[in-house]
T-cell receptor, first 118, second 111 residues
Framework: GAVVSQHPSWVICKSGTSVKIECRSL??????MFWYRQFPKQSLMLMAT?????????EQGVEKDKFLINHASLTLSTLTVTSAHPEDSSFYIC??????????????FGEGSRLTVL | TQLLEQSPQFLSIQEGENLTVYCNSS?????LQWYRQEPGEGPVLLVT?????EVKKLKRLTFQFGDARKDSSLHITAAQPGDTGLYLC???????????FGTGTRLKVLA
């Protein structure tokens, strides 16, 4: 089956630094990637939808200048948490659509990245 | 505002009992998926339902998609401790390119 790789799996950083999380589709081209944030014991909250070659569409309440999303190629999307603070600590998950999601609901998920900001 | 509401939020039952989890929305979905997620991992797909009124069975799990494609249910028969986890419904909003998750149901099955 299709594979989506997310890196790093976990990261610890100091407050004020920026952290980049990568999401790669390994064996298919992802026209769209979704980024989610998950707090402990809660569901996944959609942060933004990114399409290759265009600006990401952010959900209401998500700061676009805080969470920079770049989808420069059909196999890579990155999420950069800028000037991270402890409240940004969370589990971030990406997912990739090979173009069939709307029709089939089929979506491929990364393993998740746990960010801890000290 | 959560577009996909799940109930109950938490459920703790004894092994062997049956349970039903509900996923409701006022919006139409092109399809709905059910996932189970373990702590620290990404969600794992259990099933996809596409057609209104569709019923799918996966061993002890029965999934149903509402006729209007606005709601779904997951029924587990004779629950086992291995069924413990976070259950999530999710799907692409009809005529949008947005894939969203339900509020989640945390299930604990006691031996």
């Amino acid at each position: 089956g299709a594979v989506v790789s997310q890196h790093p799996s976990w990261v610890i950083c100091k407050s004020g630094t920026s952290v980049k999380i990568e999401c790669r589709s390994l064996d298919f081209q992802a026209t769209t990637m979704f980024w989610y944030r998950q707090f402990p014991k809660q569901s996944l909250m959609l942060m933004a939808t990114s399409n290759e070659g265009s600006k990401a569409t952010y959900e209401q309440g998500v700061e676009k200048d805080k969470f920079l999303i770049n989808h420069a190629s059909l196999t890579l999307s990155t999420l950069t948490v800028t000037s991270a603070h402890p409240e940004d600590s969370s589990f971030y998950i990406c997912s990739a659509d090979s173009g069939t999601t709307v029709a089939t609901g089929e979506l491929f998920f990364g393993e998740g990245s746990r960010l801890t900001v000290l | 505002t959560q577009l996909l509401e799940q109930s109950p939020q938490f459920l703790s039952i004894q092994e062997g009992e049956n349970l039903t989890v509900y996923c409701n929305s006022s919006s139409v979905f092109s399809s709905l998926q059910w996932y189970r997620q373990e702590p620290g991992e990404g969600p794992v797909l259990l099933v996809t339902v596409v057609t209104g009124g569709e019923v799918k069975k996966l061993k002890r799990l029965t999934f149903q998609f509402g006729d209007a494609r606005k709601d779904s249910s997951l029924h587990i028969t004779a629950a086992q401790p291995g069924d413990t986890g976070l259950y999530l419904c999710a799907g692409p909003l009809y005529r949008t390119y947005k894939y969203i998750f339900g509020t989640g149901t945390r299930l604990k099955v006691l031996a």
